[in-house]
């Protein structure tokens, strides 16, 4: 799988985790670079409590792009654990495969 995003490639990986149709990147598969933290948090019953990315690219910030869990609260939750999911809505979200 590949997210890019105006033409930047944001994270690529044939590694990805489905949870509830959407893809979760290895932390190593994701280029922070475009990615600053945000103050958004929002709660999953099962999950925890998500953070969240913004990306800034070609010196535009694209809110709340990208959402992860640092601390899973389930057992069936651990393995998404640190990775990464994307928006579809946001970004150009496309298979490697």
């Known amino acids: 799988m590949r997210v890019s995003l105006d033409g930047h490639l944001l994270a690529e990986s044939d590694?990805?985790?489905?949870?509830?149709?959407?893809d979760y990147f290895p932390p190593a598969t994701v280029r922070t670079s475009f990615l600053s933290r945000s103050d958004t948090?929002?709660?999953?019953p099962w999950k925890g409590t998500a953070s969240y990315y913004n990306a800034i690219v070609d010196g535009n910030t694209i809110q709340?792009?990208?959402?992860y869990y640092p601390n899973t609260i389930s057992d069936k939750a651990k393995p998404i654990e640190g990775y990464v999911?994307?928006?579809?809505?946001?970004?150009k979200i496309e298979?490697?495969?």
Do not use: P, R
């Not at 709340?64 to 959402?67: G, N, R, V």
């Not at 999911?85 to 970004?91: D, E, H, L, R, T």
């Open 95 to 97: 298979s490697t495969s």
């Open 85 to 91: 999911a994307f928006y579809k809505n946001k970004v």
């Open 41 to 44: 948090t929002s709660v999953c």
């Open 64 to 67: 709340d792009i990208a959402w």
């Open 15 to 22: 590694d990805t985790i489905l949870v509830e149709g959407n």
